[in-house]
């Protein structure tokens, strides 16, 4: 069964600190994506990043990157240099390619403290 | 400005009546999804349409309805059959060929 684990339902970190949220997947699939959403207080759901799972290189875009390790099927997110801002609920998603659906973990709420 | 629209953003019904929760996209994609989410939780997927008239059940599709009659527009109604309505809604649509999912704003409901 399609499954992603997030162990971390709760993490305070201090401002200007580098964070990383652990995600962990289970497929059988061999071709799949996965992605980290961002969702604030507002509720709406932010992309944030994606990585493919031919791609050799980890994802990154500006303060966020994806350590893809599939060899562990492990997607963890890292943001460097932590601002307020980013206090947030983060979900770590799949979507096996031969599948039309996304699979969603249960997410892991940020606290940037000043 | 190209983007999902949900309304309305926060939504008061009694027990018993139907609502529908409106979702409509004018970035031309092609699939649309509703999910639910219950505090504390991640997102479950209620239905989902990859084409215009045409859509599939998600994990929990029991008590809601949908249709797809227009590409830009993907409602979702909430019958009285579903038991515990009350939740956040989240609209989602996807380019064609792409694999990301990019969300409206939601819809709160709240059933009395």
């Known amino acids: 069964a399609q499954k992603i684990t997030q162990t971390q339902p709760g993490m305070f970190v201090q401002e200007k600190e580098a964070v990383t949220l652990d995600c962990t997947y289970d497929t059988s699939d061999q071709s799949y994506g996965l992605f980290w959403y961002k969702q604030p207080s507002s509720g709406e759901m932010i992309f944030l990043i994606y990585?493919?799972?031919?791609?050799?290189q980890n994802a990154t875009e500006g303060r966020y990157s994806l350590n893809f390790q599939k060899a562990r099927k492990s997607a963890n997110l890292v943001i460097s240099a932590s601002q307020l801002g980013d206090s947030a609920m983060y979900f770590c998603?799949?979507?096996?390619?031969?599948?039309?659906?996304?699979?969603f973990g249960k997410g892991t709420r940020l606290h940037i403290l000043p | 400005d190209g983007g999902i629209t949900q309304s309305p953003k926060y939504l008061f019904r009694k027990e018993g009546q139907n609502v529908t929760l409106s979702c409509e996209q004018n970035l031309n994609h092609d699939a649309m999804y509703w999910y639910r989410q219950d505090p504390g939780q991640g997102l479950r997927l209620i239905y989902y349409s990859q084409i215009v008239n045409d859509f599939q059940k998600g994990d929990i599709a029991e008590g809601y309805s949908v249709s797809r009659e227009k590409k830009e527009s993907f409602p979702l109604t909430v019958t009285s059959a579903q038991k515990n309505p009350t939740a956040f809604y989240l609209c989602?649509?996807?380019?064609?060929?792409?694999?990301?999912?990019?969300f409206g704003p939601g819809t709160r409901l709240t059933v009395l």
């Open positions: 989602a649509s996807t380019p064609t060929g792409a694999d990301t999912q990019y």
């Open positions: 998603a799949m979507r096996p390619f031969a599948d039309d659906k996304i699979i």
């Open positions: 990585q493919g799972s031919y791609d050799e």
